[in-house]
């Protein structure tokens, strides 16, 4: 006799509270590995040179392939996770450039390099885009701001832990084997990205109550466009020229943080490379803080000065301009430690700048665009990390880095004069805010 005994439906998994926050950890992971990878080359720049027999012009053509390749193919990247998706669009780039990592490894001489960090640069340009991209699709407008800041931790939390992992990496397996197990630990990540990543749409763990809350102000979506299509309808924009000029003048502060900073303190304060781990990662440490505090500015000046959205967060960006200028008084600083605390001011500043840059694009375009924006705004960065990673290597051996750290600290200034010109939103005299 069977028993009368009512047969229950399993219960529904149940749904992650603030997934959101998760997602953009997950996303905020990815991006840290991904500094990992591309700061190794920095952190082991003075053996590299040593042991392949490069002159420091060689090193500086290394780099700029790396930077040619990402300031090409940042829109290109953009376009196409716009296009196919941020899920598999940024899995493709992430698989690529973690193997390009891997193969550093069997590099003869620096033209191999080249090669090598030309491919990792253009994989690793997809990092940008998607940035804008996870935080259109995941995040209200009124988070947004304080999304982009703690986004922008994953670009500096990577450069800050790269000299300490790397130099373990090397100090137990060589230069070769540093390469190799950071790209694995890149590789690692990209497959628990496809796992645990999916749009809000169909992401399964996503409660109603939160894609409604996710969704309340989200404009109605634009059709996709080709990528051409797309670059012309945004180079007709004020808002383009207002965000992409000031990308340009702050990118090469970043860039040599990102691939100078341990060649200076070994040539000119003379450290050597446990001496570089030990400090070269505290500019990073302060653009951490610096990507975090920039959200949170944008609403104290909102607060403080009845600022619209847009100019709150201009306002922000505007006062990591002025911390820029700490980097000039490098220049004339003999003391190390000194230095590096100028330095990492200005790494604390650069992060307010570049998160809030990021803001207002994903703020300003349409999610089908946004990615592709975003792109643009990083390949016109880039530009300016290639040209100035060049004038570097020509002449910080004649010159030094004195007079081109002077100059970082200026260029700054000159991008808010456009920002503000550009972007920032007039109040007409009825107080109403026009865009």
Same mark, same amino acid.
Not at 103 to 121: D, E, K, Q, S, T
Not at 146 to 161: E, Q, T
Not at 243 to 268: D, G, K, M, N, R
């Given at each position: 006799?069977?028993?009368?005994?009512?047969?229950?439906?399993?219960?529904?998994?149940?749904?992650?509270?603030?997934?959101?926050?998760?997602?953009?950890?997950?996303?905020?992971?990815?991006?840290?590995? #991904?500094?990992?990878?591309? #700061?190794?080359?920095?952190?082991?720049?003075?053996?590299?040179?040593?042991?392949?027999?490069?002159?420091?012009?060689?090193?500086?053509?290394?780099?700029?392939?790396?930077?040619?390749?990402?300031?090409?193919?940042?829109?290109?990247?953009?376009?196409?996770?716009?296009?196919?998706?941020?899920?598999?669009?940024?899995?493709?780039? =992430?698989?690529?450039? $973690?193997?390009?990592?891997?193969?550093?490894?069997?590099?003869?001489?620096?033209?191999?390099?080249?090669?090598?960090?030309?491919?990792?640069?253009?994989?690793?340009?997809?990092?940008?885009?998607?940035?804008?991209?996870?935080?259109?699709?995941?995040?209200?407008?009124?988070?947004?701001?304080?999304?982009?800041?703690?986004?922008?931790?994953?670009?500096?939390?990577?450069?800050?832990?790269?000299?300490?992992?790397?130099?373990?990496?090397?100090?137990?397996?060589?230069?070769?084997? =540093?390469?190799?197990?950071?790209?694995?630990? =890149?590789?690692?990540?990209?497959?628990?990205?496809?796992?645990?990543?999916?749009?809000?749409?169909?992401?399964? #763990?996503?409660?109603?109550?939160?894609?409604?809350?996710?969704?309340?102000?989200?404009?109605?979506?634009?059709?996709?466009?080709?990528?051409?299509?797309?670059? $012309?309808?945004?180079?007709?924009?004020?808002?383009?020229?207002?965000?992409?000029?000031?990308?340009?003048?702050?990118?090469?502060?970043?860039?040599?943080?990102?691939?100078?900073?341990?060649?200076?303190?070994?040539?000119?304060?003379?450290?050597?490379?446990?001496?570089?781990?030990?400090?070269?990662?505290?500019?990073? &440490?302060?653009?951490?803080?610096?990507?975090?505090?920039?959200?949170?500015?944008?609403?104290?000046?909102?607060?403080?000065?009845?600022?619209?959205?847009?100019?709150?967060?201009?306002?922000?960006?505007?006062?990591?301009?002025? *911390?820029?200028?700490?980097?000039?008084?490098?220049?004339?600083?003999?003391?190390?430690?000194?230095?590096?605390?100028?330095?990492?001011?200005?790494?604390?500043?650069?992060?307010?700048?570049?998160?809030?840059?990021?803001?207002?694009?994903?703020?300003?375009?349409?999610?089908?665009?946004?990615?592709?924006?975003?792109?643009?705004?990083?390949?016109?960065?880039?530009?300016?990390?290639?040209?100035?990673?060049?004038?570097?290597?020509?002449? $910080?051996?004649?010159?030094?880095?004195?007079? &081109?750290?002077?100059?970082?600290?200026? *260029?700054?200034?000159?991008?808010?004069?456009?920002?503000?010109?550009?972007?920032?939103?007039?109040?007409?005299?009825?107080?109403?805010?026009?865009?």
């Amino acid at each position: 006799m069977q028993d009368n005994v009512a047969i229950q439906e399993p219960s529904a998994k149940p749904k992650l509270k603030n997934l959101r926050w998760y997602i953009l950890i997950l996303f905020l992971c990815g991006v840290t590995v #991904n500094y990992i990878t591309r #700061n190794s080359l920095g952190i082991l720049a003075s053996e590299l040179i040593e042991d392949l027999q490069m002159t420091t012009q060689q090193y500086s053509y290394i780099v700029a392939s790396f930077q040619l390749a990402y300031t090409i193919f940042q829109p290109i990247c953009g376009w196409f996770i716009d296009f196919i998706g941020l899920r598999i669009g940024f899995f493709i780039f =992430a698989v690529i450039w $973690s193997v390009a990592c891997i193969f550093h490894a069997g590099a003869g001489n620096w033209i191999h390099l080249a090669i090598l960090r030309f491919v990792m640069g253009g994989s690793e340009a997809a990092a940008t885009p998607a940035n804008a991209k996870v935080i259109a699709e995941w995040f209200p407008k009124k988070e947004r701001p304080v999304a982009a800041g703690w986004a922008g931790v994953g670009f500096s939390i990577g450069a800050m832990l790269a000299p300490p992992i790397i130099v373990i990496f090397h100090v137990a397996l060589g230069w070769r084997g =540093a390469f190799i197990v950071s790209g694995i630990l =890149a590789l690692a990540w990209c497959f628990v990205w496809l796992k645990f990543y999916n749009d809000p749409n169909k992401h399964k #763990n996503l409660s109603d109550a939160e894609r409604k809350y996710i969704a309340q102000d989200l404009e109605p979506e634009q059709p996709k466009l080709s990528f051409f299509k797309s670059l $012309s309808s945004l180079v007709k924009m004020k808002k383009f020229y207002g965000i992409c000029i000031p990308a340009f003048l702050a990118e090469p502060a970043w860039a040599t943080f990102s691939f100078w900073v341990p060649l200076y303190l070994a040539q000119e304060q003379g450290m050597d490379i446990k001496q570089i781990a030990m400090f070269a990662w505290l500019p990073f &440490l302060f653009a951490d803080i610096g990507s975090i505090a920039s959200g949170y500015l944008t609403k104290l000046y909102a607060k403080w000065f009845d600022l619209s959205r847009i100019n709150s967060v201009i306002a922000s960006s505007v006062t990591g301009a002025f *911390l820029m200028v700490s980097l000039a008084a490098v220049a004339i600083t003999k003391d190390p430690y000194i230095a590096i605390l100028l330095i990492s001011i200005g790494g604390f500043g650069h992060q307010v700048i570049s998160c809030m840059l990021s803001a207002i694009v994903v703020d300003s375009f349409d999610k089908n665009q946004v990615a592709t924006m975003n792109g643009m705004r990083g390949s016109s960065a880039w530009i300016a990390s290639f040209i100035f990673s060049l004038i570097i290597g020509a002449f $910080s051996q004649t010159i030094g880095f004195g007079p &081109l750290f002077v100059i970082m600290g200026f *260029l700054d200034l000159i991008g808010a004069v456009f920002l503000i010109a550009l972007v920032a939103e007039r109040r007409k005299k009825n107080n109403l805010v026009t865009k």
